[in-house]
C-alpha cells in the first residue's frame, strides 16, 4: 500500500500565502498523476490542481493565477503553493496520487488524510 502525508495547512488572513505538501511512502513502482482536492463544508470534493509526472498542469478555474502545483519525482511529494488566499478557499485539502506498485500492475487511487485550511480576518 501507499501512504499520502499532508502538511503546511493552517490559518491564513485574506490575501495570505500558504504552501502544501504531500508526500507519498509505501512499495512504490511509479505514481502518474498527483493532484490536490479540497471540500468545503456542505459542498462536493473538487479539483484544485493535478500535475502529471511529465509535469503537465491542470487548474480549477478558480484557482488559476493564484495557486501553483509542483512535484519532485525523486521524493514523490507533490507541493500546492497558494498565493492571494480568499475566504471561499476555505476547505479541507486532500492529497490524491494514481500510483502503481510494480510494472506489470494496473494504476490504483490512493488519498491522504486531508488538512484544513481556513482563511479569515
Known amino acids: 500500500q501507499v501512504q499520502l502525508v499532508e502538511s503546511g495547512g493552517g490559518l491564513v488572513q485574506p490575501g495570505g500565502s500558504l504552501r502544501l505538501s504531500c508526500a507519498a511512502s509505501g512499495s512504490i513502482f511509479s505514481i502518474n498523476a498527483m493532484g490536490w482536492y479540497r471540500q468545503a463544508p456542505g459542498k462536493q470534493r473538487e479539483l484544485v490542481a493535478a500535475i502529471t509526472s511529465g509535469g503537465s498542469t491542470n487548474y480549477a478555474d478558480s484557482v488559476k493565477g493564484r495557486f501553483t502545483i509542483s512535484r519532485d519525482n525523486a521524493k514523490n511529494t507533490v507541493y500546492l503553493q497558494m498565493n492571494s488566499l480568499k475566504p471561499e478557499d476555505t476547505a479541507v485539502y486532500y492529497c490524491?496520487?494514481?500510483?502503481?506498485?510494480?510494472?506489470?500492475?494496473?494504476?490504483?487511487?490512493?488519498w491522504g488524510q486531508g488538512t484544513q485550511v481556513t482563511v479569515s480576518s
Open positions: 490524491n496520487a494514481d500510483w502503481i506498485r510494480y510494472s506489470w500492475s494496473r494504476p490504483r487511487d490512493a
